[in-house]
């Protein structure tokens, strides 16, 4: 398997539970050289209610700086920062694009869908639904808890 060979751990953040989506994490050795160090990991949305993915790579690094106001920097990209991430993401792509799914860029995670909105009560989210919302999250309430 693909993870084994590359010592990729894989984290499914599901859980088992009823959700309109299934998480993935996956993890990659730490790079460390001299005081440099980095992790690296990508994490996979896959809508149930949709043949639709998102795909993230990440890193994180600890920030040395004495006037810092966080102790780590990090970021994130659908584009990889790594060889590693890279090999996966085509994978992940080809496996999913062979089975009619789309995947989706940050843009079109975070597209605001027209005329649908939060209930005035639900404020974590702000008031407008995004497609991530929409198609990854249980908005109806329709999953148990």
């Not at 102790?71 to 991430?85: E, V």
Request: hydrophobic share 35%.
């Amino acid at each position: 398997m693909f993870a084994e060979e590359n010592d990729i751990e894989i984290i499914d953040m599901s859980g088992g539970e009823i959700w309109p989506s299934s998480k993935l994490i996956f993890g990659y050795e730490k790079y460390t050289k001299g005081e440099f160090e980095v992790i690296y990991s990508s994490t996979l949305l896959i809508s149930k209610l949709a043949p639709l993915i998102y795909l993230q790579h990440e890193f994180e690094v600890e920030n040395k700086d004495t006037n810092s106001m966080s102790s780590t920097l990090d970021g994130y990209d659908t584009q990889p920062y790594t060889r590693k991430q890279q090999a996966l993401d085509e994978l992940i792509k080809n496996i999913f694009t062979q089975k009619g799914y789309t995947i989706l860029s940050y843009g079109e995670l975070n597209e605001v869908i027209p005329d649908l909105s939060f209930k005035p009560q639900v404020t974590i989210f702000g008031p407008q639904v995004t497609v991530e919302y929409a198609l990854f999250f249980d908005l109806l309430d329709f999953c148990p808890e």
